[in-house]
């Protein structure tokens, strides 16, 4: 163990293994073994073939953790950053029921389904990052460099500028002499901000607040729970108990309501009482989701209508977002016209008073 954990402090690149190399692994762990080769054959043909110096360490080290008699699943929990909670259990499962390929199969596809569907909804979200990112910087140069150049143009006309010119000028003069008070008050609000959202209270208050927030809230609702009946039928058909499956997979969410929502299933089902009236009550969680559920349960097939589920929410979600991308594109356009154009126009207003001016 302790030759283990001295690995895990030499790996870099973690966060590039978990994203890059780990649904590859899975998925050609799984080929190899439906193929007849065995757990170490499998484990050293992908050492010898593997690129990346952090994860041929990672192998290296599961395939001494299988040749010293420790289960596979065992080897995994020594490095947690890469194999979470959900893998592991999966894994152990596996091992346990016979069916280590055919739940190392089930892994991959379903992380596949749920990279596939980050990307799509990250996707949507960069372009207007990226445009409202691109208006501030625009604003902010103009009001920093732009404006004190207008400013000393028209400072000997002998005439009062416009309002709008005014409260403009006034803006960039306050920027110039108080910028440091600016930039200590926008660091100061992100700090804050950051650790208010690593409390408890503060985490899910803002997990809260995020799902009421119109169009974004139901998007987040949506992932949340396509996300949800995935890993649980999967995690159901491996073989994990389904007390701790629901544990893993709440905490597999990435919101702490919808987090907790499922967490208070849990202890209903651990009284004795089914899934779908453990869910009932609970807002943060669609009724469709419950009533399939329900139905699943009284057909036995329940992991089938999980997967359902799941299937509908992706492209419920899929049909949101092209939603959202196509009402954020003229609404983005208008944002980029108001701000850059106002701060054009109140520079621009002085010069229609120059005929004015000079007459005087």
């Not at 979200?125 to 208006?135: F, N, Q, R």
């Not at 992932?223 to 905490?251: E, H, K, N, W, Y």
């Not at 559920?293 to 999980?306: N, V």
Request: overall charge positive; charged content about 20%.
């Amino acid at each position: 163990m302790a030759d283990l954990k001295t690995h895990q402090h030499r790996i870099n690149g973690i966060g590039q293994i978990k994203k890059r190399e780990l649904i590859p692994f899975t998925r050609q762990m799984a080929s190899m073994l439906n193929a007849g080769m065995s757990i170490l054959s499998a484990l050293s043909t992908l050492e010898d073939q593997c690129m990346h110096p952090g994860f041929k360490l990672v192998l290296k080290t599961l395939r001494e953790t299988v040749e010293s008699g420790m289960p596979f699943s065992e080897g995994l929990q020594q490095f947690p950053k890469i194999f979470d909670e959900m893998y592991v259990n999966m894994v152990a499962a596996g091992e346990k029921s016979g069916q280590f390929a055919a739940v190392l199969k089930r892994l991959a596809f379903m992380m596949e389904s749920s990279a596939r569907l980050m990307h799509k909804v990250k996707s949507a979200l960069t372009y207007p990052a990226v445009i409202l990112s691109l208006a501030l910087i625009i604003a902010s140069g103009m009001i920093v460099f732009v404006v004190p150049v207008f400013k000393d143009m028209f400072a000997g006309f002998g005439s009062a500028l416009p309002g709008p010119t005014q409260v403009l000028v006034n803006v960039s003069d306050f920027t110039h002499k108080h910028w440091l008070v600016l930039l200590a008050a926008i660091v100061g609000a992100v700090v804050g901000f950051r650790k208010w959202r690593a409390s408890p209270s503060g985490h899910y208050k803002f997990d809260q607040i995020m799902l009421q927030v119109p169009i974004f809230g139901p998007l987040t609702q949506k992932v949340a729970v396509s996300r949800f009946c995935r890993l649980f039928a999967q995690m159901l058909t491996s073989g994990v108990p389904i007390l701790d499956a629901m544990q893993v997979v709440a905490r597999s969410m990435g919101n702490k309501v919808i987090e907790e929502a499922i967490l208070s299933a849990r202890s209903g089902v651990e009284q004795g009482n089914t899934l779908s009236s453990s869910l009932e009550g609970k807002d943060c969680l669609p009724i469709l989701m419950i009533r399939m559920i329900a139905a699943g349960e009284k057909s036995g097939r329940i992991d089938e209508m999980l997967e359902s589920v799941a299937e509908t929410y992706d492209e419920e979600v899929e049909t949101t977002l092209g939603t959202l991308t196509s009402l954020m594109e003229p609404f983005l356009m208008v944002f980029l016209g108001v701000v850059i154009g106002g701060i054009v126009i109140a520079m621009f207003l002085p010069i229609f008073k120059i005929g004015t001016v000079v007459s005087k």
